[in-house]
Every structure is written in structure tokens, then in C-alpha cells.
């Protein structure tokens, strides 16, 4: 009977212990609701909802890298192209050595709706590798950003004069890289847009000049018409004070007429036609093989140094072979270049350019792009430039 109570006991000690253990138990909390991410499909492929708002962004970009190389020997060789320490395409330098090159951009787009219109915020983040830094980290920069509030947009980013078509993705002045001339420039502005990638569109542009000290913006303004067949536009540009003086500086002005005509017999080829005139040289134009190059003959013993063409008119003309290899052809010819800051031609100083080069895309987002250029100005001798590019895109 003892033995008997005493093992009651015990299982009646062992239960209230227990109890009591259970009643001071931590009860694991529900887990919150997850928000998922979601596709936002307003503004085409790649943008999803941040999690928690109705913003939409998008994140992409790309790496390539590259390797060039250059005829071009000294001052007596018209000079090439290749990708320089200014992260785009500049004058080779005079010897014969390999240019390499690699380069990292990541872009960010974040769009709303809102009741005046798509509210945007964009930036670029970029670092760029070649023959000066090629043996240390490229630095990382914010390469252009601006926001933007239905047709209404100001930041820094490629100038107006730049763009032609709408409905192109391919904005460039001709569908090659880098041999040819198209007046890519960056400006911080303040623009005002309208219309999309069919019908009328247009764009006025009030830009911060270069190198000039005074409160007067430079005004750049386009119109343009585009359609099934391709589109056409007109772009003029007025520089406030080209010579870059406070006081008494003149003013200049530029115009551009293009036209892009897609091949209806040939799914994916277009012939892209571009005419540039300069009324001096100023901060807009195409550019060209002698823009910043010092002339030297016996009408200037001293030197002097060289601008804008007078005029110029470049065509290219893209092949899409298949799906995967498109082929380009391309040329352009520069009339006589302004002393650099006037008004004034030098005869004799014309020059052309000729450029091959082709896109093959064996993989999706993998490209491999090989490019060979011929420039020839008037008094010098020809330079073969190119380079073979490998370029991963997101």
C-alpha cells in the first residue's frame, strides 16, 4: 500500500512540474505575410513592382570588353579611333601598340503613374578600364541621372542634338560603334518632350554650355516624324557664346537633317542618311578626324589649331543576314574645318571616312562585334583603325 501511494505521489509531482513548465513556455510567433515580388508589365519587359509601392523599376546594363589596334604612326597619319581614357571612342595615340579597353554599366529606372503624366527617375552608374588605368581599379561614376515628370525632364545625360529618331533604338549617328562621327555629346539640361515611337515627336533642350562663364543655357530643338517605314528629322542647335568668353563671346549655330528608312524586302535592314551643317565652330556638329588636330603647312607655320567641319553627310547601311548576324557598311565625308572658335575655313582640310563592321549575337545577350575603319584627310596620309569587342548584356 505504501509502495503504492508513493508511486501516486510521484506521477502527481511529475504532472504539476510539467504544468507549470508548460504554462512558462515562449510560443514561436506567426510568420508575417511575404509580398512577393511582382512584374510590372506597364512599361515593357525587365520592370517589377518594389516591394510594398506602386514603383516600378528596372535594373540592366552590361560588360564588354575589348582589344584595338592602329596604323597610325605620328602627326603625318590622319588619326583613328579607339575607346579612351574620356570612356567613349577617341584619337588613337601615335604608336602600334594593342588598345584595350573594358567597361561596366548598370542602369536604374524607377516610373509611377501619377495624374500629370509618368513620374521617372533614372541614373547610370558606370567604370571604365583602358591604356591609362588598365593597371589600377576603374573608378565608378554616376555616368548621367535625371528625373522626369510626363514630357518635362532635367539632369545630365546625351544632349538633344544627339538623338534623331524615336522609334529607333539605334539613335546613333550611323549603326557602327565607334569609327565614324555623330556629335555624341553629354550636357546637363532642362527639356521638354512629346510624342512617341510613331507620328510627330519632338524636343527643346536649354543645355549648360562647356567651358563657358555666363548665365545663358544653349538651345537645342528637334522635330521629327516617324512610321512603319522608318522616320525623318530636323535638329537645329544654337551655342550662345561658342567661344567661351564671359564678354564679347560669339555666338554659333548648327543644323542637322536625318532620315532612317527600313528595308521592307529585308526584316531588320534600314539605310540611315545624316547631313550636318555648321554656320562656325561651335560646340555642336559631328566632329570629325581633324576636330581638335594642330595643322601645321606653310599658310601656318605656327600651327593652328583645328574644329568643327563646315559641313558633313554620313550614311550606313545595316544588313540583318540572319537573326543573329547583322552586317554594316558605313561612310562619311567632312567638308573644310573651322580654325577652332571661328568663323573662318581652312582649305584643304576635308576628309572621309569608311567603315565595316558587323553584330553577332551566337547566344542571347552575347555579342561580338568586330569593327575596321579608314580615315583620310586631305593632307595626310590614311589610318586603318578597329577593335573586337565581347559584351555580356542584362
Not at 514603383?55 to 596604323?71: D, E, K, M, P, R
Not at 507620328?199 to 555666363?214: F, T, V
Not at 535592314?269 to 570629325?288: F, M, R, T
Amino acid at each position: 500500500m505504501k509502495i503504492k501511494s508513493l508511486i501516486l505521489g510521484s506521477a502527481a509531482a511529475l504532472l504539476a512540474v510539467s504544468g507549470a513548465r508548460a504554462a512558462d513556455a515562449v510560443m514561436a510567433p506567426e510568420p508575417e505575410p511575404v509580398d512577393y515580388v511582382r512584374v510590372c508589365d506597364a512599361y515593357g519587359a525587365g520592370f517589377f513592382y518594389i516591394p510594398g509601392t506602386e514603383t516600378c523599376l528596372s535594373i540592366n546594363g552590361y560588360v564588354w570588353f575589348q582589344v584595338g589596334a592602329t596604323s597610325r604612326q605620328d602627326a603625318n597619319d590622319t588619326p583613328g579611333y579607339y575607346y579612351n581614357d574620356d570612356h567613349d571612342f577617341g584619337p588613337f595615340a601615335a604608336h602600334t601598340g594593342w588598345q584595350t579597353g573594358s567597361r561596366v554599366r548598370i542602369n536604374f529606372d524607377a516610373r509611377s503613374e501619377t495624374e500629370w503624366g509618368t513620374l521617372r527617375g533614372w541614373m547610370r552608374l558606370q567604370a571604365s578600364w583602358d591604356q591609362q588605368s588598365k593597371f589600377g581599379d576603374g573608378p565608378v561614376g554616376i555616368d548621367q541621372a535625371f528625373v522626369q515628370l510626363g514630357g518635362f525632364a532635367a539632369g545630365y545625360g546625351e544632349s538633344a542634338w544627339f538623338y534623331q529618331f524615336n522609334n529607333s533604338t539605334l539613335n546613333y549617328g550611323s549603326f557602327s560603334w565607334g569609327g565614324l562621327y555623330y556629335g555624341y555629346t553629354e550636357r546637363a539640361q532642362i527639356r521638354y518632350e512629346f510624342g512617341g515611337k510613331t507620328g510627330l515627336y519632338g524636343a527643346i533642350s536649354l543645355e549648360d554650355p562647356k567651358d563657358e562663364l555666363n548665365y545663358m543655357p544653349n538651345v537645342v530643338g528637334r522635330i521629327g516624324y516617324g512610321a512603319a517605314w522608318g522616320a525623318v528629322a530636323l535638329t537645329g542647335a544654337y551655342d550662345h557664346d561658342r567661344t567661351g568668353l564671359a564678354v564679347g563671346g560669339d555666338a554659333g549655330w548648327a543644323l542637322s537633317g536625318s532620315a532612317l528608312f527600313n528595308i521592307p524586302s529585308m526584316p531588320g535592314s534600314a539605310l540611315k542618311i545624316i547631313g550636318y551643317y555648321n554656320g562656325s565652330d561651335s560646340e555642336y556638329g559631328p566632329g570629325g578626324p581633324l576636330n581638335g588636330y594642330t595643322l601645321t603647312n606653310a599658310a601656318f607655320p605656327g600651327g593652328v589649331d583645328l574644329g568643327q567641319p563646315e559641313w558633313s553627310v554620313l550614311a550606313s547601311f545595316l544588313y540583318q543576314a540572319t537573326p543573329d548576324l547583322g552586317l554594316i557598311v558605313s561612310g562619311q565625308y567632312f567638308g573644310d574645318a573651322y580654325i577652332a572658335g571661328g568663323d573662318d575655313t581652312v582649305n584643304g582640310t576635308s576628309a572621309w571616312a569608311a567603315e565595316v563592321s558587323a553584330v553577332w549575337t551566337p547566344v542571347k545577350n552575347f555579342e561580338v562585334r568586330p569593327e575596321i575603319v579608314y580615315t583620310k584627310a586631305e593632307h595626310l596620309d590614311g589610318t586603318v583603325s578597329g577593335f573586337l569587342r565581347f559584351t555580356r548584356y542584362f
